[in-house]
T-cell receptor
């Protein structure tokens, strides 16, 4: 069965600190996709990244970076030099290739960045 | 990225009435649309999957007679909450997928916050 676990419910940091959001997934499929979304208080989901199961290369986009490790079924997300505007709920999600594109979401991590 | 528009963004309705929420793909044809529900402080849970021109597939525990989904065209899917009750108050959000056979790209609408009083 597919499952996504974000063990950190809430994280609070002070501006300029680095913060890592953890994501662990379970799947029996060999082809799957992992996503990260940001959900600000307004509610919309902001797409951050998609990674397929065959691409374990880490990715960096500005202050954001992602560490995908199939050996530990993890897809962690790091924000470097956090800013107040990073405050939001962050969701990790899984889509299996044979499921037509539907997403299984983790429980979400609420990040609060204080000035 | 592609644009998905959801309307209305907020709605308040009286208990017992029905509410329709629209999800439109503005610049691509969506063969598949997904409807999710999110209760406060919780995750997003898939309610149903709709494919254009066919009946929606509902997740376990979702009442298909209460949450009517119509996907009559490649750019529009609607979710109707029938005989709404206060426990249906939630954030409903749709996503749309362009076509099969390519990596899934889930483009989300802005969401609809439903309050049943």
């Amino acid at each position: 069965a597919q499952k996504v676990t974000q063990a950190q419910t809430e994280i609070s940091v002070v501006e300029k600190e680095d913060v890592t959001l953890d994501c662990v997934y379970e799947t029996r499929d060999t082809t799957y996709y992992l996503f990260w979304y940001k959900q600000p208080p307004s509610g919309e989901l902001v797409f951050l990244i998609r990674r397929n199961s065959f691409d374990e290369q880490n990715e960096i986009s500005g202050r954001y970076s992602w560490n995908f490790q199939k050996s530990t079924s993890s897809f962690n997300f790091t924000i470097t030099a956090s800013q107040v505007v990073d405050s939001a709920v962050y969701f990790c999600a899984l889509s299996e290739n044979n499921q037509g594109g539907k997403l299984i979401f983790g429980q979400g991590t609420e990040l609060s960045v204080k000035p | 990225g592609a644009v998905v528009s959801q309307h209305p963004s907020r709605v308040i309705c009286k208990s017992g009435t029905s509410v329709k929420i629209e999800c439109r793909s503005l610049d691509f044809q969506a063969t598949t649309m997904f409807w999710y529900r999110q209760f406060p402080k919780q995750s997003l849970m898939l309610m149903a999957t709709s494919n254009e021109g066919s009946k929606a597939t509902y997740e376990q525990g979702v009442e298909k007679d209460k949450f009517l989904i119509n996907h009559a065209s490649l750019t529009l899917s609607t979710l109707t909450v029938t005989s709404a009750h206060p426990e249906d108050s939630s954030f409903y959000i749709c996503s749309a997928r362009a076509q099969q056979g390519i990596p899934p790209e889930a483009f989300f609408g802005q969401g609809t916050r439903l309050t049943v009083v």
